[in-house]
């Protein structure tokens, strides 16, 4: 497509001149005898490139190029003034109308074809600019819609991973409360606790490695397949009843047989599973990988760790776990939690530390189970400085109740 130029000058020897060579090197031309002329010309019609005239009666050029740079055309339009001045003054005057070239009179061929084509240069790029900016106009268009729809979906999907979590329990014996603060929309970190018959309390919690969807998935899962306990009816079902005390590693150890994650290597779980006679407040408890439970004494008011450690579930096929014991006093609490909360940073990359729970623990032995998972929620958030943790945060408390 041939492009326009409109040639502005009162002179009609200099416009015939100018169009001749213009025509000649395959540009589609306008002639205007003024200012005025020329103007109602750029309103009707779409032209890219003006050749004016400085000097003209009624609208001069400078005023004309005013005029043009004024208006909100649908693409930039080239100005090229003619003069027949050549100090510094009146280029000065030029630039600030708004001219992007000039040329002094009397009219070079070559001269004119060097400019013309350097102003066609500057305007197809400009064209390219405008087309490409479109083009990223539309892509951020799509990207907003499908980010839209993305935060929609982890909205739906915190709420649904949310609802999978238990309420705080009240039982004859024994009160579990919790504090669950995903780092972003859906959290790696699950857990839950049922009652097996009359006299078990089991219960289990889990930390996927990694942030996000993928570690939310697997979690989702492994939620699914632990159901209220699913996994261990089986196990009982299958003769393992008879060793009450084993079912935690049993549990453990089929969980590292069906999940070992030969396509991604890095996809592992750490877990804490176990059951609470309500009896006699025995707990067998099997630990993988997650950080050691603690056990706060009601007698003394002081912590101890429990455990050693354990091996990640879904690393390597052929790991063998163990059954731990602790017995519960009456006013006892077991505490598990995930490294969100021991790796919690301070402002200045300061970690929250093991030794910083207890101590945290302790001192709130005498508050409600319900009212120590608050205050460690706010200590965290205190410490951290906002609530933009960066891994999850999970505490469960299970209490044996004092006596009445």
């Not at 060793?243 to 999940?259: C, G, S, T, W």
């Not at 929250?352 to 998972?373: C, G, H, I, K, Y």
């Not at 965290?380 to 933009?388: C, E, I, Q, S, V």
């Not at 960066?390 to 109740?401: A, F, P, S, V």
Request: hydrophobic letters at 40%; one cysteine or more; aromatic letters at 8%.
């Amino acid at each position: 497509m041939k492009m326009r130029i409109l040639v502005v000058d009162d002179d009609p020897n200099v416009l015939r001149i100018i169009a001749a060579m213009l025509r000649r090197w395959d540009y589609e031309v306008t002639l205007a005898h003024d200012g005025a002329e020329a103007w109602a010309i750029l309103q009707r019609e779409e032209i890219r490139l003006v050749i004016s005239d400085w000097m003209m009666p009624g609208l001069a050029g400078p005023e004309l190029c005013r005029q043009v740079r004024a208006t909100e055309f649908s693409s930039y339009i080239y100005f090229i003034l003619l003069t027949g001045r050549e100090d510094k003054t009146s280029l000065i005057q030029g630039m600030d109308a708004g001219a992007d070239d000039f040329m002094v009179k009397p009219v070079y061929r070559e001269e004119l074809r060097v400019r013309v084509r350097a102003g066609e240069r500057i305007l197809r790029l400009e064209a390219e600019l405008g087309e490409r900016n479109r083009h990223l106009n539309e892509i951020n268009r799509t990207l907003s819609e499908a980010y839209a729809t993305i935060h929609h979906d982890l909205e739906s999907a915190a709420a649904m991973q949310k609802a999978l979590l238990p309420p705080p329990l009240r039982i004859p014996g024994v009160a579990v409360e919790w504090l669950f603060q995903p780092s972003s929309f859906v959290a790696g970190d699950i857990f839950d606790y049922f009652k097996l018959g009359e006299g078990q309390l089991s219960f289990y919690q889990l930390d996927v490695a990694g942030h996000g969807v993928p570690a939310a998935l697997l979690s989702f899962t492994l939620s699914r397949v632990l159901s209220e306990g699913a996994e261990e009816k089986r196990l009982r079902r299958q003769g393992f009843g008879q060793d009450a005390e084993m079912i935690p590693q049993r549990v453990v150890e089929e969980l590292n047989q069906r999940f070992q994650s030969g396509i991604d290597p890095v996809l592992y779980f750490t877990m804490i599973y176990g059951n609470l006679d309500l009896r006699s407040g025995r707990v067998n408890l099997t630990q993988a990988g997650h950080p050691r439970p603690i056990c706060l004494r009601h007698a003394s008011r002081r912590t101890e760790m429990v455990g050693g450690g354990g091996f990640p579930v879904g690393m390597l096929p052929e790991v063998e776990y163990e059954t731990l014991q602790v017995e519960l006093a009456h006013g006892d609490r077991l505490f598990l939690y995930s490294d969100g909360i021991t790796e919690c940073t301070s402002e200045t990359d300061e970690m929250f530390s093991e030794q910083r729970l207890r101590e945290l623990l302790e001192q709130t032995a005498e508050l409600p189970a319900a009212a120590v998972t608050e205050c460690v929620g706010q200590t965290l958030r205190a410490w951290k400085g906002d609530d933009n943790h960066q891994d999850d945060i999970t505490l469960l408390i299970l209490e044996r109740e004092p006596w009445p």
